[in-house]
Protein backbone atom coordinates (compact mmCIF):
# COMPACT_ATOMS: atom_id res chain seq x y z
CA UNK A 1 0.00 0.00 0.00
CA UNK A 2 1.67 3.63 -0.50
CA UNK A 3 2.34 6.34 1.64
CA UNK A 4 -0.32 8.60 0.72
CA UNK A 5 -2.92 5.90 0.38
CA UNK A 6 -1.71 5.27 4.08
CA UNK A 7 -2.40 8.83 5.05
CA UNK A 8 -5.57 8.89 3.43
CA UNK A 9 -6.95 5.91 5.17
CA UNK A 10 -5.61 7.62 8.25
CA UNK A 11 -7.01 10.90 7.45
CA UNK A 12 -10.47 9.38 7.08
CA UNK A 13 -10.02 7.61 10.37
CA UNK A 14 -9.40 10.80 12.10
CA UNK A 15 -12.33 12.82 10.48
CA UNK A 16 -14.87 9.57 10.96
CA UNK A 17 -13.94 9.98 14.61
CA UNK A 18 -13.98 13.61 14.77
CA UNK A 19 -17.22 13.30 13.13
CA UNK A 20 -18.95 11.11 16.42
CA UNK A 21 -22.16 12.85 17.31
CA UNK A 22 -22.70 14.68 19.94
CA UNK A 23 -25.19 12.29 21.69
CA UNK A 24 -22.68 10.00 21.91
CA UNK A 25 -20.45 12.21 23.90
CA UNK A 26 -23.68 12.95 25.97
CA UNK A 27 -24.38 9.00 26.26
CA UNK A 28 -20.76 8.19 27.72
CA UNK A 29 -21.39 11.13 29.95
CA UNK A 30 -24.31 9.76 31.40
CA UNK A 31 -22.81 6.29 32.28
CA UNK A 32 -19.90 8.27 34.19
CA UNK A 33 -21.75 10.43 36.17
CA UNK A 34 -22.35 9.07 39.29
CA UNK A 35 -25.65 7.53 40.94
CA UNK A 36 -26.26 9.33 43.88
CA UNK A 37 -28.59 7.77 47.05
CA UNK A 38 -31.72 10.01 47.39
CA UNK A 39 -32.61 11.58 50.82
CA UNK A 40 -35.68 10.73 52.22
CA UNK A 41 -37.26 14.13 51.29
CA UNK A 42 -35.85 13.82 47.92
CA UNK A 43 -37.48 10.32 47.39
CA UNK A 44 -41.11 11.00 49.06
CA UNK A 45 -41.12 13.80 46.31
CA UNK A 46 -42.87 11.61 43.56
CA UNK A 47 -45.34 9.12 45.79
CA UNK A 48 -46.57 12.69 47.43
CA UNK A 49 -47.00 13.71 43.35
CA UNK A 50 -49.01 10.99 43.33
CA UNK A 51 -51.12 11.56 46.73
CA UNK A 52 -51.52 15.59 45.70
CA UNK A 53 -52.47 14.55 41.52
CA UNK A 54 -54.69 11.42 42.49
CA UNK A 55 -56.22 13.50 45.91
CA UNK A 56 -56.90 16.46 44.01
CA UNK A 57 -57.36 15.56 40.16
CA UNK A 58 -58.85 12.26 40.46
CA UNK A 59 -61.25 12.98 43.18
CA UNK A 60 -61.60 16.93 43.27
CA UNK A 61 -61.40 18.01 39.45
CA UNK A 62 -62.96 14.29 38.40
CA UNK A 63 -59.79 14.10 35.90
CA UNK A 64 -58.74 10.68 34.21
CA UNK A 65 -56.57 8.95 36.11
CA UNK A 66 -54.24 7.59 33.14
CA UNK A 67 -52.26 11.15 32.53
CA UNK A 68 -52.27 11.91 36.43
CA UNK A 69 -49.85 8.70 36.82
CA UNK A 70 -48.07 9.52 34.30
CA UNK A 71 -47.79 13.76 35.29
CA UNK A 72 -46.76 11.59 38.22
CA UNK A 73 -43.73 9.37 36.27
CA UNK A 74 -42.20 12.24 34.77
CA UNK A 75 -41.78 14.33 38.26
CA UNK A 76 -40.30 10.76 39.04
CA UNK A 77 -38.09 10.70 36.11
CA UNK A 78 -37.15 14.20 36.94
CA UNK A 79 -35.59 13.14 40.06
CA UNK A 80 -33.97 10.25 38.40
CA UNK A 81 -31.95 12.40 36.35
CA UNK A 82 -31.26 14.84 39.30
CA UNK A 83 -30.23 11.55 41.12
CA UNK A 84 -27.93 11.14 37.92
CA UNK A 85 -29.57 8.38 36.20
CA UNK A 86 -30.04 8.74 32.13
CA UNK A 87 -32.62 7.61 29.51
CA UNK A 88 -31.84 4.41 28.95
CA UNK A 89 -31.63 3.39 32.05
CA UNK A 90 -34.86 5.19 33.04
CA UNK A 91 -36.92 3.36 30.31
CA UNK A 92 -35.01 0.01 30.95
CA UNK A 93 -36.61 -0.44 34.22
CA UNK A 94 -40.27 0.61 32.71
CA UNK A 95 -39.42 -2.14 30.12
CA UNK A 96 -38.15 -4.74 32.53
CA UNK A 97 -41.30 -4.21 35.06
CA UNK A 98 -43.55 -4.64 31.64
CA UNK A 99 -41.87 -7.63 30.76
CA UNK A 100 -42.19 -9.32 34.28
CA UNK A 101 -46.22 -8.70 34.00
CA UNK A 102 -46.62 -9.38 30.69
CA UNK A 103 -48.32 -13.05 31.54
CA UNK A 104 -50.85 -11.32 34.11
CA UNK A 105 -51.40 -8.57 31.34
CA UNK A 106 -52.35 -11.45 28.62
CA UNK A 107 -54.49 -13.21 31.94
CA UNK A 108 -56.43 -10.00 31.88
CA UNK A 109 -57.41 -9.98 28.64
CA UNK A 110 -58.42 -13.51 28.76
CA UNK A 111 -60.48 -12.90 31.27
CA UNK A 112 -62.59 -10.68 28.91
CA UNK A 113 -62.75 -13.26 26.49
CA UNK A 114 -64.12 -15.35 29.35
CA UNK A 115 -66.65 -13.45 30.06
CA UNK A 116 -68.24 -12.80 26.76
CA UNK A 117 -67.88 -16.36 25.83
CA UNK A 118 -69.79 -17.48 29.11
CA UNK A 119 -72.24 -15.41 28.48
CA UNK A 120 -72.69 -16.29 24.92
CA UNK A 121 -72.14 -20.08 25.87
CA UNK A 122 -75.16 -19.42 28.86
CA UNK A 123 -72.83 -19.90 31.84
CA UNK A 124 -73.36 -17.15 33.49
CA UNK A 125 -76.70 -16.73 32.65
CA UNK A 126 -77.45 -20.06 33.96
CA UNK A 127 -76.01 -19.48 37.20
CA UNK A 128 -77.60 -16.26 37.39
CA UNK A 129 -80.74 -17.66 37.10
CA UNK A 130 -80.88 -20.77 39.34
CA UNK A 131 -79.29 -18.24 41.86
CA UNK A 132 -82.38 -16.12 41.63
CA UNK A 133 -84.92 -18.77 41.94
CA UNK A 134 -84.04 -19.73 45.69
CA UNK A 135 -84.65 -16.31 46.72
CA UNK A 136 -87.00 -16.27 50.03
CA UNK A 137 -88.10 -13.24 51.63
CA UNK A 138 -87.68 -14.57 55.38
CA UNK A 139 -83.99 -15.15 54.92
CA UNK A 140 -83.92 -12.26 52.89
CA UNK A 141 -80.11 -10.81 53.98
CA UNK A 142 -78.55 -14.03 54.15
CA UNK A 143 -80.31 -14.53 50.57
CA UNK A 144 -78.93 -11.61 49.28
CA UNK A 145 -75.25 -12.28 50.49
CA UNK A 146 -75.56 -15.62 48.83
CA UNK A 147 -76.79 -14.64 45.60
CA UNK A 148 -74.99 -11.65 44.81
CA UNK A 149 -71.47 -13.88 45.63
CA UNK A 150 -72.62 -16.01 43.16
CA UNK A 151 -73.22 -13.69 40.60
CA UNK A 152 -70.13 -11.35 41.14
CA UNK A 153 -67.93 -14.69 41.14
CA UNK A 154 -69.74 -15.78 38.06
CA UNK A 155 -69.11 -12.30 36.23
CA UNK A 156 -66.38 -11.35 37.98
CA UNK A 157 -68.36 -7.86 38.36
CA UNK A 158 -69.43 -6.38 42.35
CA UNK A 159 -70.82 -3.57 40.25
CA UNK A 160 -72.63 -5.31 37.65
CA UNK A 161 -74.46 -7.58 40.30
CA UNK A 162 -75.36 -4.99 42.45
CA UNK A 163 -76.65 -3.22 40.18
CA UNK A 164 -79.22 -5.63 39.03
CA UNK A 165 -79.83 -8.49 41.47
CA UNK A 166 -78.73 -6.27 44.16
CA UNK A 167 -81.54 -4.00 42.94
CA UNK A 168 -84.23 -6.80 42.98
CA UNK A 169 -83.11 -7.75 46.02
CA UNK A 170 -83.68 -3.61 47.42
CA UNK A 171 -87.04 -4.20 45.89
CA UNK A 172 -87.92 -7.35 47.92
CA UNK A 173 -86.46 -5.38 51.22
CA UNK A 174 -88.95 -2.58 50.41
CA UNK A 175 -91.80 -4.67 49.85
CA UNK A 176 -91.35 -6.20 53.03
CA UNK A 177 -90.30 -3.73 54.97
CA UNK A 178 -87.28 -4.87 55.59
CA UNK A 179 -84.03 -3.28 56.99
CA UNK A 180 -83.07 -1.78 54.22
CA UNK A 181 -78.86 -0.99 55.88
CA UNK A 182 -78.72 -4.54 56.10
CA UNK A 183 -80.01 -5.73 53.02
CA UNK A 184 -77.93 -3.17 51.47
CA UNK A 185 -74.82 -4.06 53.31
CA UNK A 186 -75.06 -7.94 52.33
CA UNK A 187 -75.51 -6.70 48.66
CA UNK A 188 -72.24 -4.90 48.98
CA UNK A 189 -70.60 -7.69 51.02
CA UNK A 190 -72.02 -10.28 48.51
CA UNK A 191 -70.80 -8.56 45.78
CA UNK A 192 -67.41 -8.20 46.63
CA UNK A 193 -66.94 -11.28 48.14
CA UNK A 194 -67.47 -12.96 44.76
CA UNK A 195 -65.33 -9.92 43.04
CA UNK A 196 -62.80 -11.02 45.50
CA UNK A 197 -62.34 -14.61 44.18
CA UNK A 198 -63.19 -14.66 40.65
CA UNK A 199 -60.94 -14.80 38.43
CA UNK A 200 -62.81 -12.95 35.65
CA UNK A 201 -62.20 -10.03 38.34
CA UNK A 202 -60.10 -7.03 37.48
CA UNK A 203 -59.19 -6.18 40.71
CA UNK A 204 -58.53 -9.70 41.64
CA UNK A 205 -55.66 -9.84 38.41
CA UNK A 206 -54.41 -6.53 39.20
CA UNK A 207 -53.49 -7.67 43.00
CA UNK A 208 -51.82 -11.08 40.71
CA UNK A 209 -49.64 -8.62 38.43
CA UNK A 210 -48.81 -6.27 40.96
CA UNK A 211 -47.59 -8.65 43.63
CA UNK A 212 -46.14 -11.43 40.90
CA UNK A 213 -48.67 -14.07 41.82
CA UNK A 214 -49.67 -16.36 39.83
CA UNK A 215 -53.85 -15.91 40.04
CA UNK A 216 -55.27 -19.22 40.60
CA UNK A 217 -52.11 -19.37 43.55
CA UNK A 218 -53.56 -15.41 44.97
CA UNK A 219 -57.33 -16.89 44.89
CA UNK A 220 -56.57 -19.73 46.82
CA UNK A 221 -54.45 -17.83 49.70
CA UNK A 222 -57.17 -15.11 49.91
CA UNK A 223 -59.39 -17.87 50.87
CA UNK A 224 -57.91 -17.26 54.68
CA UNK A 225 -59.26 -14.02 55.26
CA UNK A 226 -62.50 -14.12 52.52
CA UNK A 227 -64.13 -16.83 53.73
CA UNK A 228 -64.00 -16.77 57.35
CA UNK A 229 -65.07 -12.65 56.68
CA UNK A 230 -68.00 -14.05 55.32
CA UNK A 231 -69.06 -16.84 57.27
CA UNK A 232 -69.42 -14.13 60.18
CA UNK A 233 -71.42 -12.14 57.99
CA UNK A 234 -73.97 -14.95 57.11
CA UNK A 235 -74.01 -15.84 60.80
CA UNK A 236 -75.18 -12.10 61.23
CA UNK A 237 -77.44 -11.97 58.76
CA UNK A 238 -79.04 -15.24 59.66
CA UNK A 239 -79.53 -13.88 63.18
CA UNK A 240 -81.03 -10.29 62.61
CA UNK A 241 -82.79 -11.67 59.27
CA UNK A 242 -84.98 -14.04 61.63
CA UNK A 243 -87.43 -10.55 61.89
CA UNK A 244 -87.59 -10.53 58.57
CA UNK A 245 -91.60 -11.58 57.15
CA UNK A 246 -92.70 -13.43 54.02
CA UNK A 247 -93.37 -11.43 51.36
CA UNK A 248 -93.80 -11.81 47.35
CA UNK A 249 -90.90 -11.28 45.75
CA UNK A 250 -91.49 -8.47 43.35
CA UNK A 251 -92.36 -8.21 39.88
CA UNK A 252 -88.74 -6.91 38.27
CA UNK A 253 -87.23 -10.54 39.71
CA UNK A 254 -89.68 -12.59 38.03
CA UNK A 255 -88.92 -10.43 34.84
CA UNK A 256 -85.47 -11.58 34.80
CA UNK A 257 -86.38 -14.88 35.28
CA UNK A 258 -88.79 -14.94 32.60
CA UNK A 259 -86.78 -13.24 30.28
CA UNK A 260 -83.10 -15.53 30.36
CA UNK A 261 -85.41 -18.58 30.72
CA UNK A 262 -86.70 -17.11 26.96
CA UNK A 263 -83.81 -16.63 25.51
CA UNK A 264 -81.42 -19.48 26.62
CA UNK A 265 -81.72 -23.52 27.08
CA UNK A 266 -80.64 -25.02 30.48
CA UNK A 267 -78.17 -27.64 30.11
CA UNK A 268 -75.95 -29.01 32.33
CA UNK A 269 -73.30 -28.93 29.72
CA UNK A 270 -73.65 -25.24 29.93
CA UNK A 271 -71.31 -25.63 33.10
CA UNK A 272 -68.19 -27.66 31.58
CA UNK A 273 -66.68 -24.21 30.97
CA UNK A 274 -67.11 -23.59 34.50
CA UNK A 275 -65.57 -27.48 35.56
CA UNK A 276 -62.51 -26.25 33.12
CA UNK A 277 -61.25 -23.77 34.81
CA UNK A 278 -62.06 -24.99 38.75
CA UNK A 279 -60.26 -28.16 37.36
CA UNK A 280 -57.39 -26.15 36.59
CA UNK A 281 -57.47 -24.15 39.40
CA UNK A 282 -57.17 -27.48 41.53
CA UNK A 283 -54.49 -29.21 39.42
CA UNK A 284 -52.34 -26.18 39.20
CA UNK A 285 -52.34 -26.48 35.63
CA UNK A 286 -51.05 -23.15 33.47
CA UNK A 287 -53.68 -19.99 33.79
CA UNK A 288 -54.11 -18.96 30.05
CA UNK A 289 -54.58 -22.47 28.26
CA UNK A 290 -56.96 -23.18 30.73
CA UNK A 291 -58.91 -20.02 30.16
CA UNK A 292 -58.45 -20.79 26.44
CA UNK A 293 -60.01 -24.26 26.56
CA UNK A 294 -62.67 -22.61 28.41
CA UNK A 295 -63.62 -20.30 26.30
CA UNK A 296 -63.33 -22.57 23.37
CA UNK A 297 -66.02 -24.97 25.24
CA UNK A 298 -68.23 -21.52 26.19
CA UNK A 299 -68.31 -21.07 22.23
CA UNK A 300 -69.22 -24.55 21.31
CA UNK A 301 -71.91 -24.19 23.78
CA UNK A 302 -73.08 -21.05 22.52
CA UNK A 303 -73.31 -22.66 18.68
CA UNK A 304 -74.67 -25.99 20.12
CA UNK A 305 -77.37 -25.30 22.48
CA UNK A 306 -77.84 -20.90 22.21
CA UNK A 307 -78.29 -20.77 18.88
CA UNK A 308 -75.53 -18.30 18.45
CA UNK A 309 -73.68 -18.13 15.08
CA UNK A 310 -70.15 -18.90 15.17
CA UNK A 311 -69.13 -15.18 13.80
CA UNK A 312 -71.55 -13.91 16.88
CA UNK A 313 -69.50 -15.84 19.45
CA UNK A 314 -66.34 -14.98 18.65
CA UNK A 315 -67.69 -11.08 18.60
CA UNK A 316 -68.46 -11.76 21.68
CA UNK A 317 -65.08 -12.89 23.16
CA UNK A 318 -63.82 -9.89 21.46
CA UNK A 319 -66.52 -7.18 21.60
CA UNK A 320 -68.64 -8.34 24.49
CA UNK A 321 -72.24 -9.89 24.22
CA UNK A 322 -75.34 -8.39 23.53
CA UNK A 323 -78.30 -9.85 23.55
CA UNK A 324 -79.75 -9.37 20.51
CA UNK A 325 -76.88 -12.51 19.65
CA UNK A 326 -79.19 -15.16 20.92
CA UNK A 327 -81.15 -16.98 18.37
CA UNK A 328 -83.65 -19.10 20.05
CA UNK A 329 -86.92 -19.29 17.91
CA UNK A 330 -89.57 -17.27 19.76
CA UNK A 331 -87.50 -14.85 21.69
CA UNK A 332 -87.49 -11.18 21.13
CA UNK A 333 -84.19 -9.29 22.18
CA UNK A 334 -86.15 -6.15 21.60
CA UNK A 335 -88.28 -6.71 24.45
CA UNK A 336 -85.81 -7.37 26.84
CA UNK A 337 -86.02 -4.64 29.75
CA UNK A 338 -83.20 -2.78 30.75
CA UNK A 339 -82.68 -4.75 34.01
CA UNK A 340 -81.44 -7.78 32.11
CA UNK A 341 -79.79 -5.82 29.52
CA UNK A 342 -77.31 -4.48 31.90
CA UNK A 343 -76.18 -7.39 33.55
CA UNK A 344 -75.91 -9.58 29.84
CA UNK A 345 -74.10 -7.14 27.87
CA UNK A 346 -70.64 -7.60 29.13
CA UNK A 347 -67.26 -8.89 28.46
CA UNK A 348 -65.41 -9.63 25.40
CA UNK A 349 -61.33 -8.61 25.09
CA UNK A 350 -61.80 -5.10 23.93
CA UNK A 351 -63.88 -4.66 27.85
CA UNK A 352 -60.18 -4.86 29.39
CA UNK A 353 -58.15 -2.19 27.40
CA UNK A 354 -59.27 0.79 29.60
CA UNK A 355 -58.20 -1.20 32.82
CA UNK A 356 -54.61 -2.37 31.08
CA UNK A 357 -54.38 1.26 30.43
CA UNK A 358 -53.81 2.31 33.77
CA UNK A 359 -52.24 -0.75 34.38
CA UNK A 360 -49.58 0.27 32.07
CA UNK A 361 -49.39 4.15 33.25
CA UNK A 362 -48.92 2.83 37.16
CA UNK A 363 -46.22 0.12 36.57
CA UNK A 364 -44.48 3.01 33.90
CA UNK A 365 -44.68 5.42 37.53
CA UNK A 366 -43.39 2.44 39.69
CA UNK A 367 -40.41 1.47 37.33
CA UNK A 368 -39.49 5.11 37.22
CA UNK A 369 -39.29 5.25 40.66
CA UNK A 370 -37.46 2.48 41.45
CA UNK A 371 -34.64 3.25 39.07
CA UNK A 372 -33.76 5.59 41.31
CA UNK A 373 -33.71 3.41 44.69
CA UNK A 374 -36.48 6.36 45.91
CA UNK A 375 -38.51 3.49 46.73
CA UNK A 376 -35.86 1.23 48.65
CA UNK A 377 -34.94 4.18 50.72
CA UNK A 378 -39.11 4.98 51.45
CA UNK A 379 -39.77 1.66 52.43
CA UNK A 380 -36.81 1.14 54.66
CA UNK A 381 -37.67 4.06 56.66
CA UNK A 382 -41.29 2.78 57.16
CA UNK A 383 -40.47 -0.01 57.72
CA UNK A 384 -37.80 0.45 59.77
CA UNK A 385 -39.54 -0.03 63.26
CA UNK A 386 -41.29 -3.30 61.77
CA UNK A 387 -39.60 -6.38 63.50
CA UNK A 388 -42.41 -9.02 63.14
CA UNK A 389 -44.78 -10.54 60.88
CA UNK A 390 -47.83 -9.27 61.76
CA UNK A 391 -45.96 -5.47 62.33
CA UNK A 392 -45.49 -6.03 58.43
CA UNK A 393 -49.30 -7.72 57.38
CA UNK A 394 -50.27 -4.45 59.97
CA UNK A 395 -48.00 -1.88 58.03
CA UNK A 396 -49.14 -3.01 54.63
CA UNK A 397 -53.10 -2.35 56.38
CA UNK A 398 -52.53 0.82 56.60
CA UNK A 399 -50.76 1.38 53.56
CA UNK A 400 -53.62 -0.13 51.75
CA UNK A 401 -56.08 1.91 53.50
CA UNK A 402 -54.06 5.05 53.43
CA UNK A 403 -53.82 4.77 49.66
CA UNK A 404 -57.66 4.01 49.16
CA UNK A 405 -58.54 6.57 50.82
CA UNK A 406 -56.38 9.08 49.88
CA UNK A 407 -56.47 8.20 45.81
CA UNK A 408 -60.01 6.73 45.84
CA UNK A 409 -58.81 4.03 43.07
CA UNK A 410 -59.06 0.51 43.79
CA UNK A 411 -56.84 -0.42 41.11
CA UNK A 412 -54.16 1.79 41.90
CA UNK A 413 -54.13 1.02 45.56
CA UNK A 414 -53.56 -2.28 44.43
CA UNK A 415 -50.73 -1.40 42.29
CA UNK A 416 -48.42 1.14 43.87
CA UNK A 417 -48.45 -0.89 47.50
CA UNK A 418 -48.63 -4.12 45.64
CA UNK A 419 -45.56 -2.92 44.35
CA UNK A 420 -43.53 -0.99 46.83
CA UNK A 421 -43.52 -3.77 49.24
CA UNK A 422 -43.36 -7.34 47.35
CA UNK A 423 -39.29 -7.00 47.75
CA UNK A 424 -40.03 -6.75 51.45
CA UNK A 425 -42.08 -9.69 51.79
CA UNK A 426 -39.42 -11.57 50.27
CA UNK A 427 -36.53 -10.39 52.11
CA UNK A 428 -38.08 -11.29 54.82
CA UNK A 429 -38.99 -14.73 53.58
CA UNK A 430 -42.84 -14.49 53.07
CA UNK A 431 -44.25 -15.60 50.15
CA UNK A 432 -45.75 -12.14 48.22
CA UNK A 433 -49.28 -14.18 48.25
CA UNK A 434 -49.50 -12.81 51.47
CA UNK A 435 -48.71 -9.47 50.11
CA UNK A 436 -51.69 -9.79 47.66
CA UNK A 437 -54.06 -11.31 49.91
CA UNK A 438 -53.63 -8.27 52.34
CA UNK A 439 -53.34 -5.56 49.54
CA UNK A 440 -56.88 -7.02 48.84
CA UNK A 441 -58.08 -7.29 52.20
CA UNK A 442 -57.17 -3.29 52.92
CA UNK A 443 -57.97 -2.38 49.68
CA UNK A 444 -60.62 -3.51 47.31
CA UNK A 445 -63.11 -4.48 49.95
CA UNK A 446 -62.74 -0.71 51.42
CA UNK A 447 -63.44 1.41 48.41
CA UNK A 448 -67.12 0.63 48.39
CA UNK A 449 -67.83 1.42 52.45
CA UNK A 450 -66.00 4.53 51.86
CA UNK A 451 -68.58 7.56 50.67
CA UNK A 452 -66.43 9.65 48.41
CA UNK A 453 -64.92 7.02 46.65
CA UNK A 454 -66.98 6.23 42.98
CA UNK A 455 -67.28 2.74 44.11
CA UNK A 456 -69.46 4.17 47.85
CA UNK A 457 -71.14 6.57 45.87
CA UNK A 458 -72.48 3.85 43.29
CA UNK A 459 -73.32 1.48 45.73
CA UNK A 460 -75.29 4.39 47.65
CA UNK A 461 -77.08 5.61 44.09
CA UNK A 462 -78.11 1.93 42.91
CA UNK A 463 -79.23 0.52 46.24
CA UNK A 464 -81.00 3.53 47.52
CA UNK A 465 -78.88 3.56 50.57
CA UNK A 466 -76.59 5.88 52.22
CA UNK A 467 -72.97 4.50 52.51
CA UNK A 468 -72.09 5.19 56.13
CA UNK A 469 -76.13 3.05 56.87
CA UNK A 470 -75.14 0.32 55.07
CA UNK A 471 -71.24 0.14 56.05
CA UNK A 472 -71.55 -1.23 59.09
CA UNK A 473 -73.75 -4.18 57.83
CA UNK A 474 -71.26 -4.90 55.22
CA UNK A 475 -69.16 -7.04 57.60
CA UNK A 476 -67.07 -9.04 55.66
CA UNK A 477 -65.78 -5.40 53.74
CA UNK A 478 -64.47 -4.62 57.19
CA UNK A 479 -63.74 -7.22 58.91
CA UNK A 480 -61.36 -9.16 56.63
CA UNK A 481 -58.15 -7.15 58.05
CA UNK A 482 -58.88 -8.32 61.55
CA UNK A 483 -58.42 -11.84 60.06
CA UNK A 484 -55.62 -10.56 58.31
CA UNK A 485 -54.03 -9.06 61.49
CA UNK A 486 -54.84 -12.27 63.35
CA UNK A 487 -53.44 -14.72 60.85
CA UNK A 488 -50.26 -12.17 60.91
CA UNK A 489 -49.84 -12.61 64.63
CA UNK A 490 -50.51 -16.42 64.79
CA UNK A 491 -48.53 -17.13 61.85
CA UNK A 492 -51.76 -19.36 60.71
CA UNK A 493 -52.36 -19.19 57.22
CA UNK A 494 -49.09 -17.04 56.96
CA UNK A 495 -46.91 -19.11 53.97
CA UNK A 496 -43.01 -18.89 54.13
CA UNK A 497 -40.41 -19.18 51.80
CA UNK A 498 -37.42 -21.48 51.63
CA UNK A 499 -34.41 -20.30 51.10
CA UNK A 500 -34.05 -21.44 47.71
CA UNK A 501 -37.19 -19.45 47.02
CA UNK A 502 -36.07 -16.47 48.79
CA UNK A 503 -32.84 -16.68 46.67
CA UNK A 504 -34.69 -17.12 43.37
CA UNK A 505 -37.53 -14.16 43.80
CA UNK A 506 -34.85 -12.06 44.99
CA UNK A 507 -32.58 -12.56 41.78
CA UNK A 508 -35.41 -12.08 39.70
CA UNK A 509 -36.52 -8.67 41.15
Sequence with gaps: MSESRIKDDAGSTSSQGSESPRADRADRADKARAHRSPSVWVAAIPVLTLIVLLGGGY???????????????????????????????IISSIAEKIAKTMPAILILICVGLLIGTWMAGGTIPMLIYFGLKIISPKFLALIALIVTAIVSLCTGTSWGSAGTVGVAFMGVAMGVDANLPMVAGAIVA???????????????????????????????????????????????????????????????????????????????????????????????????????????CAMI????????????????????????????????????????????????????????????????????????????????????????????????????????????????????????????????????????????????????????????AYMAGTLGVATLSYMPWAVSNWIAIFFAMLWGATGIGIARLSSQERERMLAEG
Excluded at 59 to 82: D, F, N, T
Aim: proline share 4%.
Design 59 to 89: IAAELPVEPLLIASAVVAGVVARYLGYGWDE
Design 301 to 456: NAVVFEHVSFKNAVVAGVNGFEVDMVGKAGFDASAVIEDVSRLLNRGGMNSMMSVLLICFCAISFAGVVSVSGSLDVLISRVLKPVRSTFGLILATIVTGLATIGITSNGQVSLLIPGEMLRDEYVRRSLHPKNLSRTIEDAATVWEPILPWTSAG
Design 190 to 296: GAYFGDKLSPLSDTTNIASVATGVNLFTHIRHLMWTTVPAFLVSAAVYTVFGLQSHGGAVPEKVGTILSTLDAAFNWNILLLVPVVVVLGGSIWKKPTIPVMLVSAA
